[in-house]
């Protein structure tokens, strides 16, 4: 985990409140993901960034939203968090498209 | 649907023994293969790369890619029980996002 933190590490929230998750990196790595881990369906990407303010979407992309306005932060926005979205958030960071480090997760729950 | 595929297990091997672990694609224009592991409660580690037929030894650790037979695997020899995790396949697709199995379960036993 060094070098990538997240936060917040838990998180309980109600259905329709918009919830913000961070990740920020120290490592200067231009690619950073955000993944969902959920049982029987292993790690599934949400969205990734190749760059300030370059942003696409992943797999699972419904319901969320991203920003990267600085090379170290990239942000997960759930606008109106549904309980289908209780889950164990992980962003991860790479230098280049080959091998990724993960953080050391968020888990979410949506009462 | 491009898809990283694995037995969920658990697999259960002595203390000492060679724990085998595959994984099978779909995607003929995956490139490269990762093997995470990640313990309860942990985030995925990174343990191994392999980029090209063949073997790839690191310590334990083998990686083995058919590219043929769209097949990969890893070897962990002389298992500890400090092995006892999930391990996560996973290997890019031609649109360059890293594709995940939903992992194996290993057990060793003391």
């Known amino acids: 985990d060094a070098g990538i933190t997240q936060s917040p590490r838990h998180k309980v929230t109600e259905t329709g409140t918009p919830v913000t998750l961070r990740c920020h990196q120290t490592?200067?790595?231009?690619?950073m993901y955000w993944y969902r881990q959920d049982p029987g369906h292993g790690l599934r990407l949400i969205h990734y960034?190749?760059?300030?303010?370059?942003?696409d979407k992943g797999e699972v992309s419904d319901g969320y939203s991203v920003s990267r306005s600085k090379t170290e932060d990239f942000l997960l926005t759930l606008e109106s968090a549904t309980s289908s979205q209780t889950s164990v958030y992980f962003c991860?960071?790479?230098?280049?498209?080959?091998?990724?480090?993960f953080g050391p997760g968020t888990r979410l729950t949506v009462l | 649907q491009k898809e990283v595929e694995q037995n969920s297990g658990p697999l259960s091997v002595p203390e000492g023994a060679i724990a085998s672990l595959n994984c099978t694609y779909s995607?003929?224009?995956?490139?490269?293969f990762f093997w995470y592991r990640q313990y309860s409660g942990k985030s995925p580690e990174l343990i191994m790369s392999?980029?090209?037929?063949g073997d790839k030894e690191d310590g334990r650790f083998t990686a083995q890619l058919n590219k043929a037979s769209q097949y990969v695997s890893l070897l962990i020899r002389d298992s500890q029980p400090s092995d006892s995790a999930t391990y996560l396949c996973a290997g890019w697709d031609s649109s360059y996002k890293l594709i995940f199995g939903s992992g194996t379960r290993l057990l060793v036993r003391p």
């Open positions: 995607d003929r224009g995956s490139q490269s």
């Open positions: 991860a960071i790479s230098k280049d498209p080959n091998e990724q480090f």
């Open positions: 392999i980029y090209s037929n």
């Open positions: 490592e200067n790595h231009r690619y």
């Open positions: 960034s190749y760059g300030v303010k370059d942003t």
